[in-house]
């Protein structure tokens, strides 16, 4: 992930504005998901893959097709590199996407018993796997408690002062300290459907808020006019 220019809080929540954030969002959501589609973790894997600096919609779009046709590594590297292409092509970098597709599968079958490792270690040793991917492959497939940070998630914690922190790994790390064990499994979910639909990167929807009370980000944004 691109390292972005984010209005950081100056300092971080006392632990009892933590509990509250997270006790609201799982109110409002008890069970969020991830809205990559996938079948099994193996699809999963390709799916998260294929997300990079592309949309889910756009993503869930191409591997509808391709899924049907290979929701196994087998199936993926018997329609090659470039039957891949021609599946996921509407996707952006989709030239080196299928080439790292390809690869992870191949890689699968010959040093995994084409089963998706269950462990960080060896998930990043697959071609085009970092650790943003293998934390929500990790939390999803395996049920670990991971933090994976895309763009909302980094966003999100520096402006409402959850984790602020220069990179990824800063707010990754920041947030594993500070998140209630009782909320970790479904933390990173619950903070990146809100940076994608409320904390949004020109203007959040702070008059729409369920964490708002609590968020150190200023001035907040009022509703709407007629809202």
């Known amino acids: 992930m691109a390292q972005q220019k984010v209005k950081r809080s100056p300092k971080r929540l006392p632990k009892a504005d933590v509990e509250a954030i997270f006790g609201a969002l799982a109110a409002s959501n008890p069970e969020p998901k991830g809205e990559l589609d996938y079948v099994n973790p193996f699809t999963l894997l390709v799916a998260v893959v294929l997300s990079a600096q592309a949309t889910d919609a756009g993503v869930n779009k191409a591997t509808k097709t391709l899924f049907q046709l290979a929701d196994t590594p087998e199936k993926m590297v018997a329609l090659g590199v470039a039957g891949i292409e021609e599946r996921i092509k509407t996707i952006g970098l989709f030239r080196n996407k299928a080439k790292n597709t390809f690869a992870l599968s191949q890689q699968l079958i010959e040093k995994f018993n084409s089963k998706v490792p269950e462990h960080r270690e060896a998930l ?3 071609p085009g796997v970092g650790r ?13 408690p991971t933090i994976a940070v895309d763009t909302h998630l980094f966003r999100v914690s ?10 990824p790994l800063e707010v990754e790390t920041g947030l594993m300290k500070v998140t209630p064990d009782q ?4 933390a990173h979910h619950w ?5 994608r639909y409320i904390c949004k990167a020109r203007k959040p929807d702070c008059w729409r808020c369920i964490i708002r009370e609590w968020c150190r980000f200023e001035p907040k944004t009022p509703a709407p006019k007629g809202t």
């Open 158 to 167: 520096n402006r409402t002062g959850l984790a602020p922190g220069n990179t």
């Open 191 to 195: 903070l990146i459907l809100h940076g």
């Open 132 to 144: 943003k991917t293998a934390n929500v492959v990790l939390n999803i497939a395996f049920r670990q």
């Open 183 to 186: 909320y970790m499994l479904h």
């Open 124 to 126: 990043e040793s697959l």
